[in-house]
């Protein structure tokens, strides 16, 4: 009796460990299947990205850098985006800061070298991506990511990777790279609506000289309905007479007396109030409006010297800003030279403010200084605004058919220091020796003012004297005869 209970406990026992044996076996196989299967899924992904990434139609490859033009990338991205709809996905647009200065400097065969070398490092870095590429030096990349800490991260050792390129060192230039960043959570968002939107994410970082990104969020998304609200406006703006020229007396500084002025826009806004440049110009630059509005400045100014020489005022030049974009086609002097005669205008009483980018930017400087000399021929002076602030080349200076430096503000800011008065006194004295005259912008203390003075500066232009005012005040001004800013101002 007492072995069959044994026996019977005993076999009972091996059941359960033969139970528990197989259970776990079972498990094990399942965990095992698992990871084949996620393992599977995931091979196939990359196999697939990379089929995608070796297409070899020669209608879909920019043959000279072996990337996919825009117009297969977006076919491909829409292709993964579609197959994956619970994933999410960045679109992210990498630009080499002021690629025209770069080919520029270093010329066009190693301008092309150097964008064949950012697309090799794309593909050698990212291998599981789809990379494309838009027009001149703009790539376009889609990220598959699980958290934006981890996307960034990717996106910015992307751009770590182009900017330690060894060929920066070769050709002495320091690569700064904008980043535009578009988030495609569960396939919502359009993949061209998407590249606008990362584009304008990167076009919203500020011009500094470092790398760095922006990712597309509401702020942006505003800035572009502002932007849209502005050119709706624009033309009827014009017709409504709601852009102001207000004017900024320039100061002899060995008289002290008013010797210019400069005309800078506002925009009068019925609803917005009193807009600033920095509000539009670039906006009108882009679509081209900013032609008509500087016509528009330029006229509104021989109007009033018109009037002020009728009144027998004593009036002085004033200058006026020409935006680079009339640059493309220099028929806009004929037609300025058609509004000084109308208002028979004199010579030389009205100087055309071109800012330095303008030369230094331009693949072909020759065709600039063409267009400038052409400007001085029909009787306008040249001012070389913003000289300084980034682009010039002093070797050039000496070709450059202008009549004055206006030097950046930038130079003042450390102007008590003594290697900032050093270069500052020596361009003024190299630009005295090329017979050039010499105003500084951007004069706001007494200090700078006495500084520039001594250092032979021939006139200044800055709050210390004067902000920009409506026509109306500075008309006032004129009127009581020539304002001596040593005893008036300060
Ligand atoms: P800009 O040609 O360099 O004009 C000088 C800017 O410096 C003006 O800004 C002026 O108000 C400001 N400014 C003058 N004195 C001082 C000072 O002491 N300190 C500081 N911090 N700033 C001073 P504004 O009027 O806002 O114009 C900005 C830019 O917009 C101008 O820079 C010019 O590039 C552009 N702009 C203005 N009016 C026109 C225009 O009619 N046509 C074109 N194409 N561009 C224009
Ligand atoms: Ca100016
Ligand atoms: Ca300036």
Known sequence: MFVTIKVVAETEASIQVLVLAASILAFIIMILGFCFIVNKEFVVIKKYIRRLNKTKNADDI????????KFRFIKDAEMLINSRLDDKYALVHYDLNKF????????????DEIIQLIGETLRKNLKNEIIGKADGDNFFVLFEFMNIEELIERTCFVSDKIESMSIWSKVSINPVIKTGICLIDNGEL??????????????????????????????????LIETKRIENEMNKALERNEFKVYLQPKVDLKTGEISGA?????????????????KFISIFEKNGFIVKLDMYVFEQVCKNLRKWIDLGYDVVPISVNLSRIHFLNSNFISDYNKIKKKYLIGNNLIEMEITESVVFSNENENEVFKVMRK?????????????????????LLKEMPIDTLKLDRMFLK??????????????????????????????ETEM??????????DMAQGFVFAKPEPVETYEKLINKGKTNYYQAAI
């Open 62 to 69: 920019d043959i000279e850098y072996n990337i996919k033009n």
């Open 100 to 111: 025209t200065i770069v080919n520029n400097i270093v010329g066009y065969k190693v301008g």
């Open 190 to 223: 359009d993949i061209r609506t998407a590249i606008d939107r990362a584009n304008f994410a990167k076009q919203s970082l500020d011009d500094s000289y470092k790398s760095c990104y922006a990712i597309y969020d509401n702020k942006i998304g505003i800035s």
């Open 262 to 278: 400069e005309a800078l826009v506002r925009w009068e806004h019925p609803e917005l109030g009193l807009l600033s440049p920095d």
């Open 375 to 395: 400007i001085r021929d029909v009787g306008f002076e040249i001012s070389m605004d913003d000289f300084g602030s980034g682009y010039s080349c002093l070797g």
């Open 414 to 443: 450390n102007i008590e220091e003594y290697k900032s008065q050093i270069i500052v006194s020596n361009i003024v004295d190299m630009a005295k020796h090329l017979n050039l005259n010499v105003i500084s912008e951007g004069v």
């Open 448 to 457: 700078q003012v006495d500084f520039l003075r001594d250092i032979g500066c």
